[in-house]
């Protein structure tokens, strides 16, 4: 895990998140679909946290995804974490980037 990215792992656990780093997506079928830096539930807040780190000079690639974030991450999250009985339907989602 990169600094930047463990200086962001404990800054949200301090916020009472529970953190997975490098949490698989799956595509239909189980294979890997996306690995985002952190996936973040929030028990409190019923709010599951897609979080990405990055230093790159060039965040274009990124705004990509984030603009794309149903598709890139949470539909896909979304059937995982129910199928798996993680969320219910009440749970809502936020994308967290940190530059």
């Not at 990215?5 to 780093?21: H, R």
């Not at 189980?30 to 409190?44: A, I, K, M, Q, T």
Request: hydrophobic share 40%; proline share 2%.
């Amino acid at each position: 895990m990169e600094f930047f990215e463990n200086v962001v792992l404990q800054y949200l656990s301090t916020k009472g998140l529970f953190l997975s780093p490098q949490f698989s997506i799956e595509a239909e079928g189980g294979s890997e679909w996306s690995r985002p830096d952190f996936v973040g539930l929030d028990f409190l807040n019923k709010q599951v946290n897609i979080v990405e780190v990055t230093t790159a000079y060039d965040v274009n690639g990124l705004i990509q995804r984030i603009n794309d974030r149903d598709h890139q991450w949470i539909s896909k999250l979304r059937e995982q974490l129910t199928k798996k009985k993680v969320i219910d339907g009440s749970w809502g989602f936020v994308v967290r980037v940190f530059l």
